[in-house]
């Protein structure tokens, strides 16, 4: 978990900083955003069904990190749109992917997920602040402001997943088929091994459309998404127009990730105290108060300040989105649910954000102001829609006398 969020946090805060190096303008690192989100709602099935015919799933993490760091070493190498396009659309196609395999991967290892991911992940918010010291001190005793440091050392970290793979536990096989296939084909055909037959993937899919409100919340998805993508890829541009040196945008961020890793333990008190209903409507509304101070402020201290409300949002939105979003599936079609979430969330909601962040930023009429103000009002419209996503959920939560007892 630690080495999975330390190649995006060793680079991705300075991703659009790079670009703009680069002299691209923002509709063209709207663009570049928009294909890379196009390729990660589509990929995951696709290695779903490589992982189910030829690669355990611990296996297929290998080969996806690997790959990951060969994209990001071009993507160093590159200047120009087309080549940067195709870069990082490379490393899309990897690193999304990854990320949804390993997440299914630790549900069904967890004997109690909505218990113990919180303490996990957490280490992944770990992960993401190590690469901010070592980027610091390189821009703060170089001359320039050069971030292609932060390139080769994503691409370190990701490659030396070589050595982790080795010491993952094996992809569990309980459904008595080949070592390997059952978590795999979990995943592409979103079923969950040791529950009976195997369930299609169409046949998940009709049945996750059934379940109460399960719509919503991938709309939901779509639209918090679009906020979070504004926050992280056109933050750290603004913030340098207000002033806030370059070395500092890494630290920033981290103000906010360091308040996850102080929180995550206590999202089992959260999900008791305010419930699934409330935790969300929570972060949904810290996001809102983020994205509003972005568009009406320019003081580098309240906008440093404000990444506390990001790391808020991303224990009390992101992470019980996909515990609740997990057990209205169920473990047969769990995989299924984590993949049309990865779809509509990071897939299509960040698409549109890209799409018309770009468009808006690139007019010296509207500028970024306006592109905080479209994130604003799409984490306002999540608030109001949250009770109808969660309605069908609440119901067999409060048919449930431990759920009842536990104030789940």
């Known amino acids: 978990m630690v080495v999975q969020f330390a190649i995006g946090g060793a680079f991705l805060p300075f991703l659009s900083l790079h670009f703009r190096d680069q002299r691209l303008d923002f509709k063209q690192i709207g663009w570049i955003y928009f294909t890379a989100s196009l390729i990660s ?28 760091a060969a994209a990001i070493f071009l993507l160093s190498l590159e200047d120009t749109f087309s080549g940067l396009l195709l870069a990082y659309g490379f490393w899309s196609a990897t690193s999304w992917p990854s990320g949804a395999l390993f997440n299914a991967f630790c549900y069904h290892s967890l004997a109690s997920p909505e218990k113990q991911y919180g303490k996990l992940r957490m280490w992944g918010s770990v992960g993401w602040m190590l690469p901010s010291l070592p980027v610091w ?59 009976g037959e195997a ?5 998940a899919f009709f049945r996750l459309l059934s379940q109460p409100g399960f719509l919503v919340l991938l ?9 979070h993508t504004v926050n992280f890829y056109y933050s750290p541009v603004y913030l340098e127009q207000c002033g806030l040196p370059r070395q500092w945008i890494g630290p920033q961020q981290s103000l906010g990730v360091a308040l996850e890793v102080m929180t995550f333990s ?11 209903l409330g935790s969300l409507s929570l972060g949904c509304g810290a996001m809102l108060l983020r994205q509003l101070i972005f568009v009406f402020s320019q003081d580098t201290r309240l906008l440093v300040a404000s990444s506390l409300l990001s790391g ?4 009390l939105y992101l992470t019980p989105l996909s515990l609740a979003i997990d057990e209205i599936a169920g473990r047969k079609v769990r995989a299924s649910a984590q993949t049309l979430l990865l779809i509509a969330g990071p897939g299509f909601g960040s698409m549109a954000s890209h799409l018309v962040s770009g468009m808006l930023a690139d007019q010296p009429r509207f500028g970024l102001a306006a592109v905080f103000l479209s994130a604003a009002l799409t984490a306002l419209l999540s608030i109001g829609l949250m009770p109808f996503g969660l309605v069908g959920f609440l ?10 007892k536990s104030g789940l």
Do not use: C
Not at 199 to 203: D, M, N, T
Not at 266 to 276: E, H
């Open 41 to 68: 709602a589509t990929m995951p099935l696709l290695w779903g069904i490589v992982a189910d015919r030829f690669l355990r799933v611990d296996r297929l993490l290998l080969v996806l990190h690997l790959l990951g």
């Open 137 to 195: 001190l390189w821009l703060s005793l170089q001359g320039n402001k050069d971030v292609h440091f932060v390139l080769w050392l994503a691409a370190a970290v990701e490659a030396g997943f070589l050595f982790l793979a080795f010491i993952l536990p094996a992809a569990p096989s309980e459904s008595g088929l080949p070592a390997g296939a059952g978590e795999s084909r979990g995943q592409a055909e979103g079923w969950s091994e040791g529950e």
């Open 199 to 203: 369930l299609p993937f169409k046949a």
């Open 219 to 227: 709309f939901i998805a779509f639209l918090m998404y679009w906020s």
């Open 266 to 276: 206590s999202l089992p008190w959260a999900l008791r105290r305010f419930g699934y």
């Open 312 to 315: 808020v949002s991303v224990v």
């Open 395 to 404: 119901e067999r939560r409060r048919s449930r006398p431990e759920a009842v």
